[in-house]
Each structure stands twice: as structure tokens, then as C-alpha cells.
């Protein structure tokens, strides 16, 4: 197993700057970075989007981020969201509740059936044998409220976060950790090879009240000091963009 690869671009800002060039843009596309927190754009996660519509969850998207207390590695990849079941309008009539409400135009509707067809698997089989170490699929999901009905003395909703691991060593994946605060992924507890992640995705595409994002990981360190990385591997934001996040450029479109 291959040790994480270092990059000189020492925060989720750099690296998508740096990555952006990268991006061959089709016919009429648009992409667009957005910070998380423009507040603190230095050190916030950032985003690449297909879109200037905000709010612009429904799209597929490359996301880049980091721990911001450590600062020691950099995660990198391919975002997307699947959101309520269209069927809940009377559940959440408000304008901003609608929003939530997962049409044909979101980037889960295409790249669930790609997933289902075994796509996602040999995606990361090929990237996993250049890249030569362990990958994420991180899930982070939820029971939501129509934002348009809020009332204060609610409690807030929980969230439940699993890291799925995929191992290229052994095309294995499975559960690398897991925080249940809302008992609502818990489905993801019976990953243990590709059939049975099938047969979890079937089960999260079905629930009509789950809102559920997923990022698909890739991580690099941040070397203390630019002198430390003499015999490291080094990847540039181009070499990044080559070896993982151009793995995902079909799937990061309206």
C-alpha cells in the first residue's frame, strides 16, 4: 500500500484554484468555485459547481475540504446529494421546502442509475490501482424539516455520518467508521463487498424522507514545511485533477 501523496496546495481554497484550470468547460457550461463560509474563505471548504443557481445542492459537484483544526491533510473529490422524494409536496409546501424536493434536473437522479450499473465500482478500481491506497465514500445524512415552517421550540434534527472504505489492495469496501446520531443509515452497516453496497444504495434511493449527501474522498498531506516533502511523492493540483477528480467530470454537469 502507497503512502498518501503530499501537495503544496495548503488549503481546500488553493486546491481548487489550482484544479480549475484544469476543468475542460463543454459547450455552455459554466464552473463555478464557491466557498462554504464567505466569511472565511481561507480557511473554509470550497466548492466547484456547474451553476451560478444557489442554492445548488442538486448538483453534482467537486468539493475540497480539510480539518481546520489540524490542517495536516487535504480531502478532495466528487460531492453529490440525494434529496426528498418529489411525492412530499403537501410534507413541505413552503418555497424554500420545495427546493428540497429531488426532480429530474439532480445530479443523484443520473448518477444513482450510473452507480447501480456498477460505474462508481470500476471507477474505483482504476483510480484505486494508480492512486495505490485506501479511498472514502462518506455519508452524511438525515431526517430534514421544511425550512419554510420553522419553529424554534423544535429540537434540531441529528444526522448520522459512516465512512465507507474501499481498499484497492482487495476491491474490498467497508465500514471505516461510523457516528449514529439519528439511527437513520444504519442500512450502511451491512456493506461488506460491492452486492451488499448495491443493495444499501437501493435502500437509501428509497427513502422518501432521507435527505443524504456523499462525498467520495481522496486524501493528500500537508507537509509542516515545504523542505520536509525531499523523497515524498508530490502531486500538483494538475496531477490531482489527472489521477481522481477527472474520474468524476461526467457526472459534475446540470
Known sequence: MMELACTLARSPRRLCEGVEPELELREGERLVRRPFNHYAPALTDWWIVPSLELPFFRFGKYFFTWDEKKRDTLQCGFGVTKGLDPML????????????????????????????RGELAELLRTA???????????????????????????????RDRYTLVYDPADDSIRVGGAKRDAMCLKFLNKVRDWKSFGEAMMTLNAEAFLW???????????????????????????????????CFRNYVRC
Open 128 to 158: 484505486g490501482a494508480g492512486i495505490g491506497h485506501k479511498l472514502e465514500l462518506i455519508f452524511e445524512g438525515g431526517y430534514v424539516d421544511d425550512p419554510g415552517l420553522f419553529n424554534p421550540d423544535s429540537e434540531l434534527r441529528k
Open 89 to 116: 409536496k403537501k410534507v413541505y409546501p413552503s418555497k424554500k421546502g420545495r427546493r428540497l424536493l429531488m426532480e429530474e434536473n439532480w445530479g443523484w437522479q443520473g448518477f444513482y442509475p450510473a452507480m447501480m
Open 212 to 246: 443524504c449527501d456523499l462525498f467520495i474522498a481522496n486524501t493528500y498531506r500537508i507537509p509542516a514545511a515545504d523542505g520536509e516533502t525531499a523523497g515524498e511523492p508530490m502531486r500538483t493540483p494538475a496531477e490531482i485533477h489527472a489521477e481522481w477528480l477527472a
